[in-house]
């Protein structure tokens, strides 16, 4: 694995967008780009942009700018996307099932294996092709399946205690959608995700825009 | 409604985070906090807060604190949350069941009315007891419903288009889950979701950990 030196947080959030971006361009056939190209595309200015990749030194050639294919390898690699990885969902409810359904979508590079679930209605269900499992077996299964990643889909109060269950049980990360941030031991990363603060946010955006223009025609 | 001065992003992106604290001392019946206190919750520092209030006219009181219920309230009102929204989803898909069943679980003040589909197979049926519809029908369902909200969960390639219909027929948001940054008229706020960017970021945590300390005692 490369050598890497400890690079913000800020900077971390930033390549899987630069990734996404450069993916697009790979599948329309586009081999190089220039960093202000890129700028305009990603929103991110050219200064940002080359800082944020000397961080992993560098990619950009003087005068031809980043390769797209080269790059996107490059950023996929550091993020560690040139591997696979092994999921558990906990939490069966509506939740659960729409992140499985999410990352099946989405199934580049991660395999949901087991669903974990108390309500004995659902265990032994299916979901997408995955098996809905006993809560009660979950720490043998994540060390036998050799499981990297649990993703929480339970109640906010459940979540912590799930959370140190499989920290327990040895995956190295965790994907938290529960409404409450969780906390982890410092060898087990966690991200906490809250898909309503962008609803809030777009909700206030909304309010600001009818407030600074004129009512549209439609009749209300 | 109240008067408002132009806030940065950057602010309105963390305040639905400090309602979600404000929310969860509510309902363990705290009355105030200082902000010290909700300093060390948020993970913000109190100066950051002090100044993202203050773009609000504040709320605090010097030796007091702030009051729980009242900048909970104050913050739902200044994000528009103290309302109910009439959301459209396109896409009935997988991507787009998950997010019904998603808002469906955090149901307050979000009200999934109708979903649309091209696909005849599934038009007619109903997910969470929300009837699906022809996505030809979309204009005028959208218009005479008065609908504020459209959430897109097609594909990377019909998520522009599906945004400029929804944006011709009237919705003054839409929350865009497809893969792709969609555009609207700058009368419509937009919010494009990228929840696989913190599936990434935790990989790459969860990579630079495993370089950093000693391997677990897990057999692998």
Known sequence: MRKQTKISNAVIKRLPRYRRYL????????????????????GYTASQIRQDL??????GQQGY?????????????????????????VGAGRLGQAIVNYTYYYKSGFVVKGIFEIDKNIIGKNINGVEVMDYDNIVEYVENEKIDIGVICTTRDAA???????????VRGLWNFAPVDIETPAHVAVENVHISESL????YHMNKNDEGTEKKS???
């Not at 993916?23 to 990603?42: P, Q, W």
């Not at 912590?160 to 040895?170: C, I, M, N, P, R």
């Open 54 to 59: 000397n961080n992993f030194g560098g990619f």
């Open 65 to 89: 700018g980043y390769s797209v294919e080269g790059l996107y390898n490059e950023i996929s690699a550091i993020l560690g996307l040139d591997k696979e990885y092994k999921l558990v969902v």
């Open 218 to 220: 439609r009749k209300k």
């Open 160 to 170: 912590q205690e799930v959370a140190d269950k499989l920290s327990f049980a040895g």
């Open 200 to 203: 809030h946010s777009l909700v």
């Open 23 to 42: 993916n697009e361009l790979r599948k329309k056939g586009v081999d190089k780009i220039s960093s202000n190209e890129f700028s305009h595309l990603t």
